[in-house]
């Protein structure tokens, strides 16, 4: 079985699927970095150049390869909830665990990300906070319709939030989360 994380851009999936991976022995893939590694680029200049759509397209190609995959750790772009056939694929043979942020942390984080260097596309042109807010009214029922587990990662380092997964996990596995 699978572990997969998703959530809204800069909720820790990355971060937090490495550290999953590292405490429970398994190979963590990262969708977005693998579509960057297919693409020979980044995200932001595909999208600049190609569009959104194309972008979701490659997104669901390497879900449906990735999903078949046993025993990893994968992190999922922020908005691969939005297609169906992603979810039902992950779903298959993977345990879903929506990382959730509130939109002040979010941006918060995205500031941080740009001060280093890594950009972001934007996903509706508008002021950040406001995209924020807006596209996670928009995904938010997906995220929860989608996920097996719910953990936010507000006010927890990636360390608490892995180990809070895995506390979850074991719970579910051992029966005593019926």
Not at 45 to 71: C, P, Q, T, Y
Not at 151 to 175: E, F, H, N
Request: net charge neutral.
């Amino acid at each position: 079985m699978n572990i997969v994380l998703i959530g809204y851009r800069c909720s820790g999936k990355t971060e937090v699927g490495k550290i999953l991976a590292r405490e429970l022995g398994r190979n963590s893939l990262d969708t977005d970095g693998l579509i960057e590694r297919e693409i020979g680029g980044s995200i932001q200049g595909f999208v600049l150049e190609r569009g959104w759509g194309h972008f979701r397209e490659m997104e669901k190609s390497v879900i449906e390869r990735v999903a078949k995959k046993d025993n990893l750790i994968i992190a999922t772009g922020g908005g691969v909830v939005m297609d169906k056939e992603n979810v039902n694929n992950l779903k298959r043979n993977g345990c879903i665990v929506w990382l959730k942020a509130n939109p002040d942390v979010i941006e918060d984080r995205m500031r941080k990300e740009q001060g280093s260097g890594k950009l972001r596309p934007s996903l509706t042109g508008s002021d950040p906070i406001q995209e924020i807010e807006h596209v996670l009214s928009l995904r938010t029922p997906l995220y929860e319709k989608a996920s097996d587990l719910t953990v936010d990662t507000s006010t927890y380092a990636p360390q608490q939030v892995a180990d809070l997964i895995m506390k979850a996990l074991y719970s579910k596995l051992d029966g005593k989360d019926k």
